[in-house]
């Protein structure tokens, strides 16, 4: 009876506590409201996880947002209108996330920035398709948000998960021109993801031929038999999905037992510590890695202004939506208007300078010019593979 | 022909390390019943102390041969040294206890000497150097075997020889098999029985450490988790050849490395865990005492 009347007693005060945050969420939106109608600003939307256990992927994407809006601001902003932000939490559950969106088509978006998790950005796509509204990702990794062709108003400032897989597949076949492929993998989700990419391009082409595809366990005491199985499978390549430790046991044991077997790894491999335990064996090994944006002058000055107005240093793809804030604003300011068109067609045939370099989009909205290149492994530290 | 001969001594390479581990396991639990869950981080404190006597005796400039022998050397001692203050912390105060609580004391240890290391050394992955050179007259046929594995094999089998004869023909040997058979009659005949389990925990320990130098020394690399993985191998190995006997757990042992070897090389390595636990499974269904374990009458 008592923990039954505790059980009450806790459900209300759940019910309290949500029903007073819907009346002061639904306040603040009426205030918000108010301003931006009569000066016909452009509507720049941002939807993530701000709160919550992945808010550390969303929160950096508003702050991006906010600063490339405040420059923007400042110099006049886009077609002499203001831009502004309307920000939206997801907490990257699907569930939310539709209700996010309908939230900001209700409020005459423009563009959005978001969201965050692929999941959540799957659910809310179809709302801003059917309304027209471009949304533009700076972090969802999922190959089928764009490769579906579902949906054409889906932009991405980041590779998909297969553009390593590509890129590894195709630096074997047209650059190595090698005919025989062993595709390895860890087991894990990202290894395995990538090899069963890797796979099936290969099997797509026929300029080379997949001679052996398997998961190692991670871990194992050692990986002999698996580098016989290599061997005798006359691979001339093998391209491997997962992470230095097991990277660098299979190649020490390839190389011990006097195979020159070319080696191919992700960016989990594109790691010192790879080169530091692997030693000698690593001369040689290729890995694809993100391009490099350390010398990038946007970059840095897009890192010291969020150290400068937030006291730290910037969290997870803050980059990405810095450059999709900027590729969003300046398509607007191209096609001279928010028509959804126009936008789109900017979108695709512009080039703009972002902090990840010069970037555009193809037809299926992943960036031209972001992704990953191939280094290889000489004299012990990696170098970029021109 | 020459791949089946290539996945015969992969599995017999690895089979060896299983069994320089398995042998700790099972002559543990011939003579006090404990499953010591904490040997396998014995196993990787030996290779931890071989690397760092390395990294030193090669600085101060020893040749190849002191460096392999006393960095083993010293591996060898300061893993037996561990095996023995484990025993007497961890298990000789619970030896009246139920057989619940050293169990639940030797994960407890496990952990400790994990983390111990974690927090000592890093948790990182470290290069270990290749201590066993290349032998020329092996290199037209290194694509078979490699020295490091033709080293293993023969390490292995020394240790085996050493270790039976030890068993079979020494005083301490004798002490070790009475305890194993009846520890109340052995103490009652005037074994100290004390001295007899240190001493079984000490070989144990000693044959841990030198599988930990021998197979971080073949696949370069080490840290603080190795331990885990080659222990339930080496744990499984001891069941499979019947846990409390000696020759059982490095046929055992054999028998795991081998099925391993053919089921990466002949279905694939995705399943290689599958097929060495499904052989366990089997063998423990028609023999659940294991290949070679006997099994006891209990005593009511």
Redesign the interface.
């Known amino acids: 009876m008592k923990s039954g009347f505790r059980k009450q007693l806790i459900s209300l005060a759940v019910v309290i506590l949500y029903g007073f945050f819907l009346i002061s969420c639904g306040e603040s939106e009426k205030t918000a409201d108010a301003p931006h109608k009569s000066a016909e600003t452009i509507k720049l939307g941002v939807a993530g996880a701000h709160s919550g256990d992945l808010a550390s992927y969303g929160v950096p994407s508003v702050r991006a947002a906010e600063i490339v809006v405040r420059d923007i601001n400042a110099k006049g902003g886009i077609l002499g209108r203001r831009v502004e932000l309307l920000i939206e939490d997801d907490v990257c559950k699907p569930e939310i996330a539709t209700n996010t969106a309908t939230k900001l088509v209700t409020e005459d978006v423009d563009v959005v920035l978001g969201h965050i998790c692929s999941g959540a950005t799957k659910a809310a796509l179809g709302i801003y398709k059917d309304s027209k509204i471009i949304i533009m990702s700076p972090s969802c990794t999922n190959p089928a948000l764009t490769q579906s062709g579902d949906y054409p108003n889906f932009f991405r400032t980041i590779a998909s998960d297969d553009v390593q897989a590509r890129l590894e597949v195709d630096f074997a076949i047209d650059i190595l021109k090698v005919k025989k492929i062993a595709v390895l993998h860890d087991k894990g989700d990202y290894g395995k993801g990538l090899a069963e990419f890797a796979k099936k391009y290969l099997k797509a082409s026929d300029k080379a031929e997949l001679v052996l595809y398997e998961g190692v366990t991670p871990g194992a005491v050692d990986y002999s038999a698996v580098v016989q199985k290599i061997k005798h499978s006359g691979a001339e390549a093998v391209i491997f999905g997962g992470y230095h430790p097991e990277a660098s046991k299979i190649i020490g044991q390839m190389r011990k037992k006097g195979m020159e077997t070319v080696f191919i790894s992700d960016d989990g491999v594109k790691d010192n510590t790879f080169i530091k335990v692997a030693g000698e064996y690593a001369e040689g090994v290729y890995a694809t890695g993100p391009l490099d944006t350390s010398n990038n002058p946007m970059a840095i000055a897009a890192i010291e202004a969020h150290k400068n107005t937030y006291g730290s240093e910037p969290g997870a793809f803050f980059l990405n939506a810095y450059s999709a804030s900027l590729c969003l604003l300046n398509a607007i300011q191209k096609a001279g208007s928010t028509n959804y068109d126009a936008v789109s067609k900017a979108l695709r045939t512009e080039y703009v300078d972002t902090p990840l370099g010069k970037i555009s989009f193809d037809e299926h909205g992943d960036a031209i010019g972001v992704g990953f290149c191939m280094y290889q492994v000489h004299n012990g530290v990696y170098v970029e593979v021109k | 022909m020459e791949?089946f001969l290539?996945?015969i001594l992969?599995?017999l390479?690895?089979g060896s390390?299983?069994a320089l581990i398995a042998l700790g396991y099972t002559m543990v639990y011939g003579i006090i019943q404990l499953i010591n869950f904490a040997h396998g981080e014995i196993y990787m404190i030996g290779a931890f102390t071989a690397l760092i006597f390395t990294s030193v005796l090669t600085l101060l400039g020893f040749n190849e041969i002191a460096v392999i022998v006393l960095a083993s050397l010293a591996a060898v001692i300061y893993s037996s040294a561990y095996g023995y203050t484990v025993e007497k912390i961890a298990y000789m105060p619970l030896r009246r206890a139920s057989r619940l609580s050293p169990l639940i004391s030797a994960i407890g240890m496990s952990i400790f000497l994990q983390n111990y290391v974690l927090l000592a050394q890093t948790s990182?992955?470290?290069?270990f150097p290749n201590l066993i050179p290349e032998f020329e007259f092996i290199k037209p046929y290194?694509?078979i075997i490699?020295s490091?594995?033709i080293v293993i094999l023969i390490t292995t089998s020394t240790a085996m020889i050493l270790l039976t004869f030890l068993i079979k023909f020494t005083r301490t040997g004798k002490a070790m098999r009475a305890t194993a058979q009846d520890r109340n009659m052995a103490m009652l005949v005037g074994v100290n029985v004390n001295r007899v389990i240190s001493i079984t925990f000490v070989i144990g320990s000693a044959l841990a450490a030198l599988g930990g130098v021998l197979?971080a020394s073949?696949?370069?690399?080490i840290?603080f988790?190795?331990g885990?993985?080659?222990g339930i191998?080496a744990f499984t190995a001891a069941v499979l050849g019947g846990i409390g006997s000696i020759p059982g757990a490095v046929l055992g042992a054999l028998v795991l490395g081998l099925t391993?070897?053919?089921a990466?090389?002949y279905v694939?390595?995705?399943y290689?865990?599958v097929f060495a636990f499904g052989l366990l499974v089997l063998i423990l269904i028609f023999k659940p005492a294991g290949i070679l374990g006997r099994v006891t009458a209990r005593k009511v």
């Open positions: 791949y290539e996945l992969g599995g390479t690895r390390i299983y990182d992955f470290l290069p290194r694509h490699s490091p594995e197979i073949h696949v370069g690399q840290n988790y190795i885990f993985v080659a191998k391993e070897s053919f990466t090389g694939s390595s995705d290689e865990d």
